[in-house]
């Protein structure tokens, strides 16, 4: 049997719960028994209290030191509430000719807009099975366009990308990085920059994400990791 990719993909739960077929979220028959309990829910439903691991700390501030020594060792999520209304982003942000006037010119990366990573999988052996895509499979596909042009059609619910990019070094004026996440210890393989100690000094990576949800096409992402603890 084929597996097949999430219904957001499909084009059947890009929109509220409310407004979904119910069927989509029911085990077929064939599968009652065989798959794990939850399978085809949607995040907050009840066949997942059983694994309820309590509640997510809520902080107005975090420092270097609580965060190496409490929390990612322990790999203990928390929400840095408020955090974003800091940046001027939070206000400027909002309108559209400001994005255009400021950094339309700049290149960014596009993906669909319902996530899904099957594609990433297909023909592979994964726990003693193999990962078989059906011939309808929608490949993934990364493109680019101006920041200008993007911004002139991503409130058009027809229009099926969002901005998922390296966030361009001009936007960063705006931008205020939280710095919890100072003082990693470099990897030994890592020698850093020339004068630099063995402790990290820089973010790898810093991303804008921008997205429009309204009508029946709503953005949605899979539960994943992303490499160097991005």
């Not at 209304?85 to 939070?90: D, E, G, N, T």
């Not at 470099?186 to 063995?198: C, E, N």
Request: glycine fraction near 6%; include cysteine.
């Amino acid at each position: 049997q084929a597996f097949e990719q999430n219904c957001a993909a499909r084009k059947l739960c890009n929109r509220p719960l409310e407004e979904r077929d119910p069927t989509l979220h029911e085990v077929p028959k064939h599968l009652e028994g065989k798959v794990p309990k939850g399978h085809l829910k949607p995040l907050g439903h009840s066949d997942f209290d059983d694994s309820w691991g309590g509640e997510v700390d809520v902080v107005e501030d975090m420092d270097p030191r609580t965060f190496w020594t409490e929390y990612l060792p322990k790999r203990k999520p928390f929400i840095l509430k408020g955090f974003a209304k800091r940046s001027p982003a939070f206000t400027k942000w909002r309108d559209d000719a400001y994005l255009e006037e400021h950094f339309g010119q700049f290149k960014a990366k596009t993906e669909p807009k319902n996530e899904d990573r099957l594609t990433d999988y297909c023909n592979q052996v994964r726990f003693g099975q193999r990962i078989k895509c059906s011939r309808d499979t929608i490949p993934y596909v990364e493109s680019y366009m101006r920041i200008g042009k993007f911004l002139q059609r991503y409130r058009d619910p027809s229009f099926d990308k969002y901005i998922v990019t390296q966030m361009p070094d001009a936007m960063g004026e705006d931008f205020i990085v939280p710095n919890f996440h100072s003082c990693a210890q470099r990897h030994a393989a890592d020698p850093g920059p020339v004068g630099g100690g063995r402790w990290v000094t820089q973010m790898y990576e810093n991303n804008f994400w921008l997205s429009y949800n309204g009508g029946n096409n709503f953005s949605s992402s899979v539960i994943h990791y992303d490499m160097n603890q991005q």
